[in-house]
Nanobody, 123 residues
Framework: QVQLVESGGGLVQPGGSLRLSCTVS????????MGWYRQSPGKQRELVAD???????NYVESVKGRFTISRDNAKNMVYLQMNYLAPEDTAVYYC?????????????????WGEGTLVTVSS
């Protein structure tokens, strides 16, 4: 089975920075796209940033210039560097990965999700 574990969330002041990490483990054959989503109470989950295996990235407009997504394919990890944080960035952040995994002698592909890590931006 494939599992994703996030870390790095916490309380930070406006203008501060945090770095989120996500580690993918299990019977992995390959990891395709990876991304970070976030969700605040009463709002839908939204894509923050994603990154393809070769490094192409996409960002939601509100974080462009402030957040940077990166990945380490050798370690099966993805990161989100968050700078110039604002109260509007407060949310639970979820890691996502499109994984091709081994089940028996077959390959299967699906999206997997982490349990989330809370980021709170407040004075």
């Amino acid at each position: 089975q494939v599992q994703l574990v996030e870390s790095g969330g916490g309380l930070v002041q406006p203008g501060g920075s945090l770095r989120l990490s996500c580690t993918v483990s299990g019977n992995i054959f390959s990891i395709n796209g990876m991304g970070w989503y976030r969700q605040s109470p009463g709002k839908q989950r939204e894509l923050v940033a994603d990154i393809a295996r070769e490094g192409r990235t996409n960002y939601v407009e509100s974080v462009k210039g402030r957040f940077t997504i990166s990945r380490d394919n050798a370690k099966n990890m993805v990161y989100l560097q968050m700078n110039y944080l604002a109260p509007e960035d407060t949310a639970v952040y979820y890691c996502n990965a499109d994984v091709t995994y081994i089940q028996g002698d077959q390959l299967h592909g699906m999206d997997f999700w982490g349990e989330g890590t809370l980021v709170t931006v407040s004075s």
